[in-house]
């Protein structure tokens, strides 16, 4: 796992539609590794691995989403405290008492605290959304303008990258920075392949507003039309204490978790022989995702066009859409291992 990049992918900021960051980053890395790719309309970053050929070729698609979940402002009070809606699904407990980051107008971060009713008072009332706001100190409305936040300005909760023991890392928008740092390591290694190219088309994208609906996507689908397509991604992990082994969906060591069901596609049993036999035969340990939690980009995509083959591929991320999360390098590197694995044996399914 290239650590380095991993942490400047975890602590750039790009809640759902406001993504520039992130993608002014990726482009960064793609031009570097001499790759060239284009930004849709919507804001996707779309990248051919290889020369253009006028032979017609199967295509694959690898893709991770860019944007992370975040809220932007719904309301200045007079007092100067900033009420917010969310972008994509932040629980209103992960919120409360959070140290937060905003972005103005003019591209400054302003550091906040989120704050609700005191416990002294509430009533042990849990709090919702709508009654959570933001202190960043000021005085009154006009302070906040001083700042250039309006309404509509993003936000997210703030964390830097770290490390602790047993190659386990802690960082904020694992939910899919680690998917977008797998695929500039796959680049890496895929450019290098002169057979694997010229036998594919491989695509690699970068997606918005997963978050809010797996919206980006589609306008991806409609540029490549691709025959195989793999959403990578870092995916719910609850192997902590008080839970049942059925609710830990995934566990971290255990390897890539493989969907087999979620709240948006059945995959493909095909598939599932498919990508299995893969990890068998190169030895690499993997697990299924308890169905049917979560949904990813392969839930837009297997039901376009006339229907598209499409997996879903992560690594397993405790405490997603809160504070921060933690991920195991070992898992991450298998799952490195095993997307290498699968397009270079993807002919199969291609035909």
């Not at 809606?85 to 919120?95: D, E, F, K, M, Y």
């Not at 009154?140 to 990258?161: M, T, Y």
């Amino acid at each position: 796992m290239d650590n380095k990049l991993l942490e400047e992918l975890s602590n750039s900021f790009g809640p759902s539609g406001f993504e520039a960051d992130v993608k002014k980053l990726i482009g960064s890395k793609l031009t570097k590794l001499k790759i060239a790719f284009k930004e849709d309309k919507l804001g996707n970053i779309i990248a051919k691995l290889g020369s253009v050929s006028s032979k017609k070729k199967p295509k694959i698609l690898l893709d991770a989403h860019m944007d992370e979940v975040g809220f932007i402002i719904k309301h200045i009070t007079r007092g100067g405290f900033l009420n917010i809606v969310t972008l994509g699904g932040v629980a209103p407990s992960v919120l409360v008492s959070s140290l937060v980051k905003l972005k103005s107008d003019d591209d400054k971060f302003i550091t906040g605290v989120t704050t609700t009713t005191p416990p002294h008072v509430s009533k042990d009332k849990k709090p919702e959304v709508e009654d959570i706001y933001i202190d960043i100190g000021a005085k009154s409305a006009a302070d906040v303008e001083k700042l250039n936040l309006r309404v509509g300005s993003p936000g997210l909760i703030d964390f830097n990258f770290k490390k602790l023991f047993n190659q386990r890392f802690l960082g904020k928008a694992f939910d899919d920075r680690v998917g977008c740092c797998l695929l500039l390591e796959l680049a890496k290694k895929i450019g290098k392949n002169t057979k694997l190219i010229n036998e594919f088309e491989f695509y690699i994208s970068f997606s918005v507003q997963e978050e809010m609906g797996l919206r980006g996507i589609a306008a991806v689908i409609e540029e490549v039309e691709p025959d195989l397509f793999l959403a990578v991604e870092g995916t719910i992990c609850a192997d902590i204490p008080g839970l049942s082994d059925d609710k830990k969906i995934t566990e971290l060591g255990l390897g890539p978790a493989i969907t087999v069901m979620d709240r948006g596609i059945v995959t493909n049993p095909k598939l599932i022989k498919f990508i299995t036999n893969v990890a068998s035969k190169n030895k690499i340990p993997y697990q299924f995702k308890t169905p049917a939690f979560g949904g990813t980009n392969s839930g837009m995509v297997h039901k376009m066009k006339k229907g598209i083959n499409a997996l879903t591929v992560a690594v397993p991320c405790r405490y997603i859409h809160t504070q921060q999360g933690m991920l195991s390098s070992t898992d991450y590197d298998h799952t490195l291992k095993l997307l290498e694995s699968v397009v270079k044996a993807a002919k199969p399914v291609l035909k």
